[in-house]
């Protein structure tokens, strides 16, 4: 992955989530499997970020319409497509949790993070 332009950004809490979740990998799996785990998660991240629409939208989770949800290994990716070949990550949730509602918890920090996001990237354009 060093070197590599990626094609997602995470917001502050899919950031968060990311470290709980490699905490909680290399004390259960180890260092070796939670490696592949996460390079798992980036290849998937990768691959929405070229095709977008390969997962399902998120209805009616209100946080934000354009939520959109992937299955990968035992996680969901939720994101939003902020470009033609670009995502933001706004959240990684273990399948066993109850999505909507976390989502629906969340939901004014993951607007207010993904206008941050969506701030910051035009002015890059510009």
């Not at 629906?104 to 354009?125: P, W």
């Amino acid at each position: 992955m060093a070197g590599k332009h990626k094609h997602y950004i995470l917001t502050e809490t899919a950031e968060q989530d990311f470290r709980e979740a490699r905490r909680w990998s290399r004390s259960r799996w180890g260092e070796a499997l939670t490696r592949k785990y996460f390079s798992d998660l980036h290849e998937c991240a990768e691959s929405l970020a070229r095709y977008p629409d390969r997962s399902t939208s998120m209805d009616p989770v209100p946080a934000a319409a354009e939520l959109k949800i992937c299955p990968v290994r035992e996680h969901y990716l939720v994101y939003v497509p902020i470009d033609s070949h670009r995502i933001a990550i706004v959240a990684l949730i273990r399948q066993t949790r109850d999505v909507p509602a976390i989502l629906n918890a969340n939901g004014f920090m993951i607007r207010r993070q993904l206008k941050e996001i969506t701030e910051r990237t035009s002015k890059n354009k510009g």
